[in-house]
């Protein structure tokens, strides 16, 4: 089966800024979208931002809460086996959180969690007042 595996999460300072990482391996795997969530403590899984991967023009949703501050984007060099990344900015400590890529074969590609079949572990991002 695809492994995706997150890199790029750790400390920073509000107002910093992290880049994270996704790379998939493993068994091939075609995916149409892919997709950043987040789960802080003692809360549900909520969607980030999604991007369609083998779509000519690579299409980027966003949760509103991004408000602008995240960037997506995909490196489909290899179409069997994606990559996507996560361009976080001006960070707040709200955004605490672990951050989950996954990845998705069919429709509807979303921000919501039930229509992906493929995950990482995750990567923790801690944002200090």
């Known amino acids: 089966q695809v492994q995706l595996a997150e890199s790029g999460g750790g400390l920073v300072r509000a107002g910093g800024s992290l880049r994270l990482s996704c790379a998939a391996s493993?068994?091939?795997?075609?995916?149409?979208?892919m997709a950043w969530f987040r789960q802080a403590p003692d809360k549900e899984r909520t969607g980030v931002a999604m991007?369609?991967?083998?779509?000519?023009?690579?299409?980027?949703?966003?949760?509103d809460f991004v408000m602008g501050r995240f960037i997506i984007s995909r490196d489909n060099t290899h179409l069997t086996h994606n990559a996507v990344y996560l361009d976080m900015s001006r960070l707040k400590p709200a955004r605490t959180a672990m951050y989950y890529c996954?990845?998705?074969?069919?429709?509807?590609?979303?921000?919501?969690?039930?229509?992906?079949?493929?995950w990482g572990q995750g990567t923790q991002v801690t944002v200090s007042s």
């Open positions: 996954a990845a998705s074969r069919g429709t509807p590609c979303t921000i919501v969690a039930r229509y992906y079949d493929a």
């Open positions: 991007i369609y991967t083998n779509d000519g023009d690579g299409r980027a949703f966003y949760a």
């Open positions: 493993g068994r091939p795997y075609t995916s149409l979208c």
